[in-house]
């Protein structure tokens, strides 16, 4: 079975552009999760997304939005690009995403903001 | 405050020898527990979970919970060389759904 991938794996921006990421999830899995990842603050939990509609968010500015299509892939956009938004983005997919379920993670892709 | 505290280190082993890595959390509701390792540059991917007090073992691995004192351990025995990276404790709470919140995580460095 195919893994999470992720595209595109790395991307330069400059300060005020957007970019938007894309992620596809294990086949089968519904629940897609984003996370920021900084040498300073870790991984950081962005927003849980099943069967299309948002179900959990964390402490991000609204810069920071995400959908999910109805075959389970999901995009991230972040609006108006700032220095501290260079970080790895990585997604993980789960089966349904409880609690208790395992996360696979993808590759991730590195966005440098110039 | 974070809720998920790590030790940054470096925590250097000896090859062969146990290392021990620990982890506590700040959310008492907290349920589901959780190592994933990392490797320079590549994402993280699950060692271990752990929902109940006690210890877990999986080959060379033993996850540790005690959820009195918040606290989960990761033990890794003979390590090796190849043990080397980030790990990376994670934390879940009920209700059904992923929102995971990870430490920054402990580098571990296996000298040979």
């Known amino acids: 079975k195919a893994g999470v991938t992720q595209t595109p794996r790395y991307l330069i921006k400059t300060r005020g552009q957007q970019v938007t990421l894309s992620c596809s999830p294990i086949?089968?899995?519904?629940?897609v999760s984003w996370y920021q990842q900084t040498p300073g603050q870790g991984l950081q939990f962005l927003f849980e997304?099943?069967?299309?509609?948002?179900?959990n968010k964390g402490n991000f500015p609204g810069r920071f939005s995400g959908r999910q299509f109805s075959n389970s892939r999901s995009e991230m956009n972040v609006s108006t690009l700032e220095l501290g938004d260079s970080a790895l983005y990585l997604c993980?997919?789960?089966?349904?995403?409880?609690?208790?379920?395992?996360?696979?993670f993808g590759p991730g892709t590195r966005l440098l903001v110039l | 405050q974070k809720e998920v505290e790590q030790n940054s280190g470096p925590l250097s082993v000896p090859e062969g020898a146990i290392a021990s890595l620990n982890c506590t959390y700040s959310?008492?509701?907290?349920?589901?527990f959780f190592w994933y390792r990392q490797y320079s540059g590549k994402s993280p991917e699950l060692i271990m979970s752990?929902?109940?007090?006690g210890d877990k073992e999986d080959g060379r691995f033993t996850a540790q919970l005690n959820k009195a004192s918040q606290y989960v351990s990761l033990l890794i025995r003979d390590s090796q060389p190849s043990d080397s990276a980030t790990y990376l404790c994670?934390?879940?709470?009920?209700?059904?759904?992923?929102?995971?919140?990870f430490g920054t995580g402990t580098k571990l460095q296996v000298i040979p």
């Open positions: 752990i929902y109940s007090n």
């Open positions: 959310d008492r509701v907290s349920q589901s």
């Open positions: 994670a934390v879940n709470y009920p209700g059904g759904y992923q929102k995971v919140t």
């Open positions: 997304y099943f069967s299309e509609t948002q179900r």
């Open positions: 993980a997919s789960a089966t349904s995403g409880g609690h208790q379920e395992t996360q696979y």
């Open positions: 086949s089968g899995h519904r629940s």
